[in-house]
């Protein structure tokens, strides 16, 4: 089993970056997809990027071109890159790692909030 731990959350102005942690501790996460997910006020919570064991990535897209999701299996850990971030972009971000009919684990989320 695998237990997440979000970081990197943030206040940053409109235009700004942040960069998103998930680290992992546990047995699975090398051959686990992980993805980042976010969740705004009244809303659904949605994906925003995935990353397969072999580095495989998937994005939204309303992440294309300012994200980057990558993941180092060595110390355990995935990061989003979140570039040119806009007032939208404001929500809680999770990370979950899944591996079909064995793991399905999330993090506790860290807020990013961007201002106009």
């Known amino acids: 089993q695998v237990q997440l731990v979000e970081s990197g959350g943030g ?11 998930c680290a ?4 699975g996460f090398g051959i686990s997809t992980v993805g980042w997910y976010r969740q705004a006020p009244g809303k659904q919570r949605e994906l925003v990027a995935t990353i397969a064991p072999i580095g ?19 110390k355990n ?21 899944r591996l079909r009919g064995s793991l399905d684990a999330w993090g506790q989320g860290t807020l990013v909030t961007v201002s106009p």
């Open 56 to 74: 495989y990535t998937i994005y939204a897209d309303s992440a294309k071109g300012r994200f980057t999701i990558t993941r180092d299996n060595a």
């Open 24 to 27: 992992a501790s546990g047995i």
């Open 77 to 97: 850990i995935v990061y989003l890159q979140m570039n040119s971030l806009k007032p939208e972009d404001t929500a809680v971000y999770y990370c979950n790692a």
């Open 11 to 21: 206040m940053v102005q409109a235009g700004g970056s942040l960069r998103l942690s």
